[in-house]
């Protein structure tokens, strides 16, 4: 209001003033500006480094660059020491930086716990003194104010176990006086394809190092004094620089445990080694059984029986088959040992235990009477649950009769595709370690029923190490337990795996074995399906015309047999050998009539499959607006089914498409996330789609 006096003196500064009434005589302004923080947010330097010097001399070149600066990834297998050499370089360079270091622990690996970007830009943001009430929501608008205020200034960035480039991008600083360090468990090829990171792989340290990591640790005379225990701990360690620091803390604190007794303690991995003379009541094995004593029986008999259980957790509904108890009587009996500390459950009905623990408990299973037949109960439901698994994501594969009894514990049902398919990628790791389990327990049918039942679910993901693994164990049990049926099976199924590794010479022994294999069973279908395959690994070797000839062999087999599915494989293999040959009307026509069968069973994986062969066809003849409708229909099948290699495939036909139509940026776009789906499956096309995007 007009008689009220305004008030002219403002402590503020003049950047943030609004002047909101009249202003008579002078305005004062205090010219104190508050300092922003300088964060120093490196951890501590590591002790105990070693033979990381050529990677030291390239991070220090890197620094020291005058080129656009690009950021480095350290790139490796946990515990080889990663995050050990960023932070000991970091230290020593941090003075060059002297608007400070940022380090962020991006939990990436930890699939309930990683730390999204947005979360992360929070983090940088409130280190660099800004408000909670001043950080925007979003991603892209927190990442933008964080370029804006690093922009210009010297400052050192680590990002921690980065999982993913999505993970990673919004945190790259977008100024050339900024460097960025990158550690990570993956190759982050996204990164250095599009961003231009440099990749640095570090490996595991060379026995002589590993052995001198153990003498600083231990001391040096101990080592000298015996050399060969000393190199056989290291081995032991797998040369990883973790597990070297951990035994050689071990020693560094009893000075009269001989190395050599203590290799042997490693051997035998049992929990005697992890005793203190001097307090016999801190001894592992007595703190364990101590809990041990207070559970009431049912829940000490679920406890001792968890030990026999393969694989690093389990699910309730598999544990209710183990004890042979109804699933809400399991679940209570777990949340027994849950509130005694005797398991972990890390995520929803999924239950861990302590790798110390594991051990215990399989002592307490060893002494129970019940021990075989639990595993037996396990190992079968695992079995008919892979089973049920792949009829609902791979209802159309041909199956033999494997004999599984009729199930006596409940379960999982599976809605759709997704949901099965989720379940075996929940699942591989113990479905894997039941089938070496089975045979060390002398349950061979057993050992060669479960990688049956795990074919489906192998074919989609091709965890291809895996799958040899597996076979070659279900072949010995197979030949042991005489079953000459599924010694067929599995010999198609492991050249499978073969040819995906590009094993080719391998692979055509074992189909060879399988066609004999079907030959003496009468099998007609089956030998129409290993010759078939026969002729696609003849393709590959470069035989493309005895491919061909095979192929239709094969082609007229599975029409006599009347197998429309076969049928449709056939073609679809004989049609890429006709590419090959560059019959193109041919291949053409081939793979039409794939589709077609393809269509007519609501194949649709199968149906992305044709789709983008046919588009490689198109491209081939220079017509690539053809190969791109193609290629553009195939893909959104293969996205709907949660197919990492077919989706591969059709990103691949599309960049060669979008290539041909002169569009190569949008060509290296789907590239790119071809090369990221088979980096995941470990797949061996990676350097095929490496040569492309180069």
């Not at 929803?348 to 307490?364: G, Q, S």
Request: aromatic residues 6%.
């Amino acid at each position: 209001m007009a008689d009220e006096p305004t008030q002219n003196h403002l402590a503020a500064t003049s950047s943030n003033v609004v002047q909101a009434h009249t202003i008579a005589g002078g305005v004062h302004f205090s010219t104190t500006q508050v300092a922003l923080p300088v964060p120093r947010q490196l951890p501590a330097d590591t002790a105990h480094f070693n033979d990381r010097e050529k990677y030291l001399a390239s991070l220090g070149n890197w620094l020291e660059s005058p080129t656009p600066v690009v950021p480095t990834m350290i790139v490796g297998i946990g515990g080889v020491g990663k995050t050990s050499l960023a932070t000991h370089w970091a230290h020593q360079v941090r003075d060059s930086f002297p608007d400070g270091d940022l380090y962020l622990d991006l939990r990436g690996y930890h699939a309930d716990d990683a730390v999204p970007a947005e979360d992360a830009l929070e983090q940088i943001l409130r280190s660099l003194d800004i408000p909670g009430e001043r950080i925007p929501v979003g991603t892209e608008p927190r990442a933008a104010l964080y370029r804006s205020l690093v922009y210009g200034k010297r400052i050192l960035i680590v990002l921690d176990n980065a999982a993913t480039p999505q993970q990673v991008r919004p945190l790259l600083p977008g100024s050339p006086t900024c460097r960025v360090l990158i550690t990570s468990r993956s190759r982050l090829t996204g990164l250095a394809t599009r961003e231009g990171a440099q990749r640095m792989a570090l490996d595991v340290l060379p026995p002589q190092r590993a052995v001198e990591v153990l003498a600083r640790i231990a001391g040096s005379d101990r080592v000298a004094a015996e050399p060969d225990a000393a190199a056989e701990l290291a081995r032991s360690c797998g040369y990883l620089p973790l597990a070297l620091r951990i035994v050689g803390g071990r020693l560094a604190a009893n000075e009269s445990l001989s190395l050599s007794d203590f290799a042997e303690e490693l051997r035998q991995e049992r929990l005697d080694a992890l005793t203190d003379d001097e307090d016999p009541t801190a001894a592992v094995r007595v703190v364990f059984s101590l809990s041990y004593r207070t559970l009431q029986p049912e829940a000490a008999r679920l406890f001792r029986l968890l030990g026999v259980a393969p694989g690093p957790d389990i699910s309730v509904g598999a544990v209710a088959a183990l004890v042979d108890l109804p699933v809400a009587t399991t679940r209570r009996l777990l949340d027994a040992l849950v509130n005694a500390h005797l398991v972990r459950e890390d995520s929803p009905k999924r239950y861990r235990f302590h790798d110390l623990l594991r051990v215990y408990a399989a002592e307490r299973a060893a002494e129970d009477p019940e021990h075989a037949q639990a595993l037996r109960r396990l190992l079968t439901w695992y079995a008919q649950v892979a089973d049920a698994a792949a009829r609902v994501f791979a209802p159309n594969f041909t199956r033999i009769d494997i004999g599984l009894p009729d199930p006596t514990a409940e379960l999982p049902t599976f809605a759709d595709r997704a949901e099965a398919l989720h379940w075996c990628d929940q699942e591989r790791a113990n479905l894997v370690d039941s089938v070496a389990q089975a045979e060390r327990a002398g349950e061979l049918t057993l050992a060669w029923q479960l990688p049956v039942t795990m074919f489906g679910e192998f074919l989609v993901r091709r965890p291809l190490n895996d799958w040899v693994d597996t076979h070659l164990v279900a072949l010995r049990a197979a030949r042991a337990t005489g079953n000459q049926s599924a010694l067929a099976w599995l010999h198609t199924s492991i050249a499978l795996a073969y040819r995906g590794l590009r094993d080719y010479a391998t692979a055509l022994e074992h189909f060879d074995l399988a066609r004999a294999g079907w030959q003496g069973l009468g099998e007609r279908w089956a030998q129409a399906w290993a010759l078939r395959d026969i002729g696609d690994v003849q393709h590959l070797l470069g035989d493309v015309a005895s491919a061909v000839t095979t192929l239709t062999e094969a082609l007229d087999l599975h029409i006599a047999e009347g197998d429309s599915f076969g049928e449709a494989t056939a073609l679809r293999l004989l049609g890429a050998a006709q590419h090959s040959l560059g019959e193109y009307d041919a291949a053409i026509a081939s793979l039409l009539r794939s589709l077609e069968i393809r269509k007519e069973h609501g194949d649709q994986r199968n149906v992305a499959m044709v789709y983008a062969a046919l588009s490689g066809v198109h491209n081939s003849m220079d017509d690539p607006t053809k190969a791109f409708d193609y290629a553009t229909q195939a893909l959104p099948l293969a996205q709907s089914l949660d197919d990492w290699h077919t989706e591969a495939r059709t990103h691949d036909a599309l960049g060669a498409a979008l290539a041909g139509l002169g569009r190569p940026a949008e060509a290296r776009e789907h590239w790119e996330a071809a090369l990221v789906l088979l980096e995941k499956l470990a797949d061996p096309d990676t350097d095929t789609i490496q040569r492309k995007l180069a």
